[in-house]
């Protein structure tokens, strides 16, 4: 089974507005990350926000939010006031407790978005 | 600064050929990580340092060799790749592994194997 599922292959968003991008995420650790990383075409991963599965609030950082709902194992990432810039791939993805895994990144499919002026 | 820097940014090789890609951190991290990525897919995690140490080897074959000369700089090594081994090689670091830190990644470099 998937751990991270993000079921949107391709959004469009117009500029100025608000997106969101889903994720959901299959754990039966009760200690595990979720991050969200944008990745121009240029190939860099840039870290966008971090939520740990203990913090009781939402992560915020900017524009970038995250809509966090342990009981539906979602963590949707929302961008507010869409920019042109803003175009690229969005990967969800969770870091489960220490155990054998050690923590390792485990990344979702992506999601593409694009910005239309 | 959470800044990972990695060289070459592009890299073209035959299939006899020995190269080296090269991470550098200056964040303290102790823990680093290569992975590669291939076109419209997520990133796929190759080894893991910790502490200078091997921790994690993800199966990978033996043409693919990693090296941790110091607490700073990752290394890979690379002698006798395949075409399908063309693809995006990401470097990255943490403080230290654990559910709760965060990895930093670098540019990448692309690789591409005639």
């Known amino acids: 089974a998937q751990k991270i599922t993000q079921t949107q292959p391709g959004m469009f968003v117009q500029e100025k507005e608000a997106v969101t991008l889903d994720c959901t995420y299959d754990t039966s650790d009760p200690s595990y990350g979720l991050f969200w990383y944008k990745q121009p075409s240029s190939g860099e991963m840039i870290f966008l926000i971090y939520q740990g599965s203990y913090d009781q609030q939402n992560a915020t950082e900017g524009r970038y939010s995250l809509n966090f709902q342990k009981a539906r194992k979602s963590a949707n990432l929302v961008i507010s006031a869409s920019q042109l810039g803003d175009s690229a791939m969005y990967f969800c993805?969770?870091?489960?407790?220490?155990?054998?895994?050690?923590?390792?990144?485990?990344f979702g499919k992506g999601t593409k978005l694009s910005v239309k002026p | 600064d959470t800044e990972v820097t990695q060289t070459p940014k592009h890299l073209v090789m035959g299939m006899t050929n020995k190269k080296s890609l090269k991470c550098e951190q200056h964040m303290g991290h102790r823990a680093m990580y290569w992975y590669k990525q291939k076109a419209k897919k997520p990133p796929e995690l190759m080894f893991v340092?910790?502490?200078?140490?091997?921790?994690i080897n993800e199966s990978v074959p033996s043409r693919f060799s990693p090296e941790c000369p110091n607490s700073s700089l990752l290394n890979l090594h690379l002698h006798a790749l395949q075409p399908e081994d063309s693809a995006l090689y990401l470097c990255?670091?943490?403080?230290?592994?654990?559910?709760?830190?965060?990895?930093?990644f670098g540019p990448g470099t692309r690789l591409l194997v005639l």
């Open positions: 340092y910790s502490y200078e140490k091997l921790s």
């Open positions: 993805a969770m870091r489960e407790g220490y155990g054998g895994s050690q923590g390792n990144l485990i």
């Open positions: 990255a670091s943490s403080l230290r592994t654990g559910p709760q830190e965060t990895q930093y």
